[in-house]
């Protein structure tokens, strides 16, 4: 069964969506077979992956939600074999009115991931800057969440209210629900106060931060508008150095595998 992890924090501008769309791609690179759920309104994941908005209007992850399409319905290819994406737009905006009312509300994403959980290594969720329905229905369906956090002086104020909200929903609706880590992006190795904010995060959450530090970096920002991941785009940047490490560290975690070792991805799951 596919590791579900969703990429949520309500800041926005953080990165969620370059983290949602780099890792997953590198993850790809490696043999995983990877799924990313684009829960944005904004549909950024989408067209990061070069999908265009004409192309998915009448079957996205909005239908799913509503229960007009199944989640099979919805799924996209991507130019990676191994990396499938179910598409957003603006009319997922509606969802969370809509679905108020609804019975189960919460549990929409996750009763839908689980009918194609078996075919994949890793399910990935970006999720849009808010606490939210949206967010609410990622969290109940992940196993774990991971967090995106800028190397700047207000990183940690949104944060614990992320830790709140995801504490609530362990104990009230996804028992199993836990941390995967803290992901600190836009590093600037000019400036001091990036490194002091490492530092103070390293030093108060240990070893639930990824050690893969994502740097400031101008290829990584030019990617999406050619609607390509990192990867493809510039192989050799640093960006793409840095989210292939780290996809090479949450295999290890997930995987359970030591660090000298590579995961090996093939048979592991069956699309």
Request: hydrophobic share 40%; with cysteine.
């Amino acid at each position: 069964m596919a590791r579900v992890i969703c990429v949520a924090n309500q800041k926005g501008g953080v990165g969620k969506t370059t983290t949602s769309v780099n890792l997953s791609a590198a993850l790809a690179s490696k043999g995983r077979k990877v799924l990313l759920l684009d829960l944005d309104p904004q549909g950024n994941a989408s067209s990061g992956l070069g999908l265009k908005k004409y192309e998915y209007q009448d079957s996205n992850i909005y239908h799913v939600l509503i229960g007009e399409k199944s989640l099979e319905e919805t799924i996209r290819v991507t130019s990676h074999p191994t990396l499938n994406v179910v598409p957003a737009n603006p009319d997922l905006v509606g969802a969370e009115i809509e679905l108020v009312d609804t019975p189960r509300r919460e549990f929409r994403l996750k009763d839908a991931t689980a009918t194609i959980a078996n075919r994949y290594d890793y399910i990935l969720i970006d999720c849009p800057p808010s606490l939210g329905l949206l967010t609410l229905n990622a969290l109940t369906a992940a196993n774990t969440f991971i967090v995106p956090l800028q190397c700047e002086y207000y990183a940690l104020e949104g944060l614990s209210q992320l830790l709140n909200t995801a504490g609530l929903i362990k104990k009230n609706i996804n028992p199993d629900l836990r941390i995967e880590g803290i992901v600190l992006t836009m590093f600037d190795t000019r400036n001091n106060l990036s490194h002091q904010v490492v530092s103070e995060i390293q030093t108060h959450f240990g070893d639930k931060v990824f050690k893969s530090i994502i740097p400031r970096n101008v290829r990584l920002s030019e990617a999406p508008s050619h609607g390509q991941p990192i990867i493809e785009y510039d192989a050799k940047s640093i960006g793409a150095t840095k989210y292939l490490e780290l996809a090479d560290e949450l295999d290890r975690k997930v995987f359970n595998l030591p660090v000298n070792q590579q995961a090996q991805p093939e048979g592991s799951a069956n699309v």
